[in-house]
């Protein structure tokens, strides 16, 4: 059976302040962090109470100690005074916090909770240093005592209340770690009333409910945290993604206003190129890569005389020459952008020729790198399918034929036919088009 008699209560009481202690620190650092970050007033008074609540078990951290290495038990009328008035000001701070109807009656909540406590303070302490008999730390007399815990109580009450009430995310893990005070409150109104202060598995019942108290809220807290960071970085990416999008459409714009032939040409060349790369199953990164290789192939046409570009006349070899510097001038215009650089190759390649008789380089196979061959056959069979000023369109079966005849020799014949499927075709004999059911 334990011994009752030979309980080190100051000991006892001095780790479980100790332990408070650094719980309270880390809720004031967490809180603080959560308003510098999104300067969200709730986070604002919880580290105010969070804070009020450190000063408060520093003090009486301190006092245990000087106990402890004196040897004295501390008389004084100021320190338990204090150590409720502080408890009694870091709870209206958190109550506070959830008071977000309107900001004036949160105002007008601290004000006329903390007049109380300025007013009052001064008198309690008046008073136990009256009555004073309770000499062992941190008791005070019962009435002063009463005060605080009361009044306490009610805060804790009222603070559940507001979480109800408030739009905050986090309600129902913070409304769990308050009603865990709560019963400590009672517990300890219960200890003070009834028991008068002797059962100590009571004593320790009160720390074991603060320690269930800063768990709980550590961890609704933490989840809010973890939850805001998640959350924060999803904008950020779709505010990213947003500006990409942004930028490509401008340019892609730029060009259509340009040359009246390639007029939706880049949206369909990419439907084309996306068939493909799903049916190859590339993973989703190099999907979007091969989306925006597509979508601005020819880009590089920004830079070509609009004459050559609208010119519904056979061109000269001079102007031949020119308009085949597209891809360079494509991937120099997307190499100058930073979040764009990745299509460069895309976009310099997609004029090379399987057989390696294509612009700018020459380049055979699989030298080609694979986007640039999936944007070649979607290129080549969406220019035979529309209007362009040196020609008609054909039919999509002509096309399809037409490219098929390519395969090998101007595309990549495994590509060839994965397109041809896509459509709905089927190769025979790497030349005949029958449909499919
Ligand atoms: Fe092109």
């Given amino acids: 059976m334990f011994d009752y008699s030979n309980f080190d209560y100051t000991t006892f009481r001095l780790y479980i302040k100790v332990f408070s202690f650094v719980i309270a620190l880390l809720l004031t ?30 003090l009486i951290v301190i006092i245990n100690l000087y106990s402890i290495v004196s040897g004295l038990s501390y008389h004084s009328t100021i320190i338990p005074v204090a150590d409720h008035a502080l408890r009694t000001l870091s709870y209206i701070f958190i109550a506070a916090a959830f008071v977000t109807a309107k900001p004036v009656y949160r105002s007008r909540f601290i004000m006329v909770n903390v007049a109380v406590l300025v007013l009052l303070t001064p008198v309690m302490g008046a008073l136990w240093s009256h009555n004073g008999t309770v000499t062992q730390p941190p008791y005070i007399g019962m009435v002063e005592e009463s005060f ?180 360079e001038i494509g991937a120099k215009i997307v190499s100058s952008i930073d979040s764009l650089s990745y299509v460069a190759p895309a976009v310099l390649y997609h004029h090379e020729r399987f057989d390696g008789t294509g612009y700018p380089f020459g380049l055979k196979g699989t030298e080609i790198p694979l986007h640039a061959r999936i944007i070649a056959v979607s290129d080549a069979f969406d220019a035979m399918l529309s209007v362009r000023s040196y020609r008609n369109p054909v039919s999509k079966q002509t096309a399809i034929n037409e490219i098929i005849s390519g395969a090998g020799t101007q595309f990549d014949s495994d590509l060839v036919k994965v397109l041809v499927e896509e459509l709905g075709f089927s190769m025979d004999n790497n030349k005949a088009v029958t449909r499919t059911a």
């Fill in 29 to 58: 650092q967490m809180t603080l962090v959560e308003w510098r970050r999104f300067r969200n007033t709730v986070y604002k008074y919880l580290a105010l109470g969070f804070g009020t609540m450190l000063l408060q078990i520093s």
């Fill in 148 to 327: 605080f815990e009361l009044w306490n109580t009610f805060l804790l009450i009222y603070t559940i209340r507001t979480i109800s009430k408030s739009e905050v995310h986090i309600k129902r893990g913070l409304v769990i770690a308050t009603s865990v005070l709560v019963v400590k409150q009672l517990i300890h109104l219960a200890n003070l009333y009834l028991l008068n202060d002797q059962p100590v598995h009571f004593l320790a019942a009160e720390p074991a409910l603060l320690i269930l108290y800063f768990y709980a809220t550590i961890s609704t807290i933490h989840k809010e945290i973890i939850g805001n960071i998640i959350q924060a970085d999803k904008e950020k990416t779709m505010v990213k993604e947003k500006s990409y999008q942004d930028v490509i459409r401008a340019l892609i714009t730029s060009l259509e206003a340009k040359d009246k032939y390639t007029r939706g040409h880049s949206d369909r060349v990419t439907e084309y190129a996306m068939l493909i790369g799903n049916k190859l199953d590339l993973a989703p990164d190099d999907l979007t890569k091969l989306y925006c290789g597509a979508i601005l192939h020819d880009i590089g046409k920004i830079g070509i005389d609009e004459g050559i570009l609208n010119n519904p006349l056979t061109l000269g070899d001079d102007e031949i020459t020119r308009i085949k510097k597209h891809p």
